[in-house]
């Protein structure tokens, strides 16, 4: 079973904006980073709810997902979508020379992602695998 993309996009706003009444143990940049994971797996399931109701087969080549979305959806949705993928996978990488991502970039980005999901009509519906 899959976890809906809002419930990703859900989680990660948890993860950015804690309860004011909480005291989160992690350090806010390992909080963007996790929320940042959060929310790719989101896009990816999006686009895969996405490309399941056009065309099934699109699902298996991640790359190409992207690239065809600008005949599906526009060249704008497609551009966003490249960008904000592109941006979470960097952000989602560990490396030790660099600094976190900054929460406020991850929190640009969970905006994205949202209006993403709402472009893409993506559902809060699981799927069983």
Not at 69 to 92: F, H, I, N, Q, V
Not at 112 to 129: D, K, P
Request: charged letters at 20%; a positive charge.
């Amino acid at each position: 079973m899959t976890v809906p993309p809002q419930t990703l996009v859900t989680a990660a706003r948890h993860l950015l904006l804690p309860e004011p009444e909480t005291m989160p143990s992690l350090s806010p940049g390992l909080r963007a980073r996790a929320a940042a994971v959060l929310l790719r797996m989101a896009l990816d399931q999006a686009l895969d709810l996405y490309w399941r109701r056009i065309t099934p087969s699109m699902t298996r080549v991640g790359k190409h997902r992207i690239l065809c979305l600008e005949w599906y959806e526009g060249p704008e949705t497609a551009r966003r979508c490249r960008t904000t993928w592109s941006a979470l996978s960097a952000a989602c990488h560990y490396r030790t020379s660099e600094l976190p991502p900054a929460p406020a970039e991850i929190r640009t980005r969970l905006l994205e992602v949202t209006a993403l999901l709402a472009a893409l009509g993506a559902t809060g519906e699981s799927t069983v695998r």
